[in-house]
């Protein structure tokens, strides 16, 4: 089916769902199929609206930068590709993605079928987890670092061994020696969340070199598009080696699509085969891999959602460091702050409107983790902030020397 031909040549940098025409089309959709309009009745629901709601209260003058979203939204054609796939919402997608699973293939130059597709990366990194470990395994992981971690090796019947990091680094070296005959899997983030700290390709060799070739690493890479270091570990070009890994990315991040939950793995032909058979059939829409496809091929608004997270996050990290406040520079779209009692600042920012994530689940109580927004939300959070905090806290050296 055509789009009217205002989709097909529109170029605007922001788009919103034209209700007046998706509305009245659907609804005409659902009266030939017999069904009863009930629109001037009952309206759809405006779940975003809702979550801000049981965030925030009724008043939704708000901004979240608690879950490390893209603040520029989907890439034009990847909207364009969202209403067309709706159309078409009553089929069933590709069960498996082959089309996606082409287009990175060619993109990151490895075979198909060392691709897998997942519903978010999460899944992608559960799925690993049920296809490598067992019950009397175990699966060695940084702490603190992203909680599905720990749960992934929950659901999978194994025991999560948590190694501490160093200076909010991770601690390859003793993440080497703390190997055992039952660790059968290594998670590292690189990123980190919620440090945003990155490990360098010296550091990673030297890891993997020290490690038996059946221990399975993954290195979940969500945030791969905001890092800049020169020396930074590419791990997809480690999984030609005699290693087990599996390399894990996501779409919700620089490319906006956090609310299609879609992301994939890489991995050698053979353990991506054991990761697929743990997968569900039609576990991935076919809206979103259309979606995905598109904001693959804009270059242009990668750019730009990437030029304007390093900008704001230079913006944030430099009043931060004006207020004498102690945090991390990071190499993501996020910035970990120590506040004092970070659970009471989430709450007083929250009152003022301002949602930021609170870290005591990840064992940091002294901190707070912020998104990098907009420039107006950056500023509106450092007012928010500055108001909530009796006294600027004292600072600490820099702690983090890149690995």
């Known amino acids: 089916m055509h789009l009217p031909f205002f989709f097909s040549t529109w170029r605007g940098a922001t788009f919103r769902a034209p209700s007046w025409f998706l509305g009245p089309l659907l609804r005409r959709r659902g009266e030939a199929a017999g069904h009863k309009s009930v629109h001037s009745k009952r309206r759809t629901p405006d779940f975003g609206r809702q979550v801000m709601a049981r965030n925030f209260g009724t ?3 708000k901004i979240d930068l608690s879950a490390n979203e893209s603040p520029l939204g989907p890439a034009p054609g990847a909207i364009r590709a969202i209403i067309e796939g709706a159309l078409r919402a009553h089929r069933y997608p ?4 082959l089309a996606l699973k082409a287009e990175l293939a060619e993109i990151l130059g490895v075979a198909a079928e060392q691709v897998v597709l997942g519903n978010g990366s999460c899944e992608v990194l559960d799925l690993t987890a049920r296809a490598v470990l067992g019950k009397d395994d175990e699966a060695m992981i940084g702490w603190p670092s992203f909680p599905a971690y720990r749960s992934m090796v929950d659901r999978a019947g194994a025991k999560a061994v948590l190694v501490p990091l160093k200076d909010h680094a991770y601690d390859l070296d003793a993440m080497a020696e703390a190997v055992t005959g039952r660790t059968r899997l290594v998670v590292l983030g ?6 945003g700290l990155t490990f360098g390709q010296a550091a990673f060799t030297r890891f993997l070199e020290r490690l038996p070739g059946e221990v399975v690493v993954i290195i979940d890479e969500a945030y791969h598009d905001y890092v800049g270091r020169a020396d930074r570990a590419n791990a997809l070009d480690e999984i030609a080696g005699a290693h087990a890994l599996v390399v894990t990315r996501s779409f ?5 699509l956090a609310g299609l939950r879609l992301g994939y793995g890489v991995a050698p032909v053979r353990l991506a ?3 697929e058979a743990q997968r569900q059939r039609f576990n991935t829409s076919g809206i979103a891999q259309a979606a995905a496809m598109a904001a693959l091929a804009d270059h242009e608004h990668l750019a730009r ?3 304007l997270n390093g900008a704001g996050r230079q913006w944030l990290e430099n009043r931060l460091a004006a207020l004498d406040l102690f945090f ?3 190499e993501a779209n996020f910035v970990m702050v120590r506040v004092g009692e970070g659970k009471a600042v989430h709450e007083h920012l929250r009152a003022r409107g301002v949602l930021v994530k609170p ?6 109580p002294d901190y707070i983790r912020v998104s990098v927004g907009r420039p107006e939300e950056n500023e509106r959070f450092i007012q928010a902030l500055i108001a909530v905090l009796p006294q600027t806290l004292p600072g600490e050296p820099a702690c983090c020397t890149p690995i």
């Open 305 to 307: 959602c990437v030029a």
């Open 59 to 61: 008043d939704l003058d």
């Open 359 to 364: 870290l005591d689940a990840f064992g940091l």
């Open 94 to 97: 590709d069960a498996n993605g």
């Open 273 to 275: 085969r054991q990761i």
């Open 190 to 195: 690189n990123p980190n969340n919620p440090t």
């Open 328 to 330: 991390l520079p990071s």
């Open 252 to 256: 919700s991040k620089a490319h906006g």
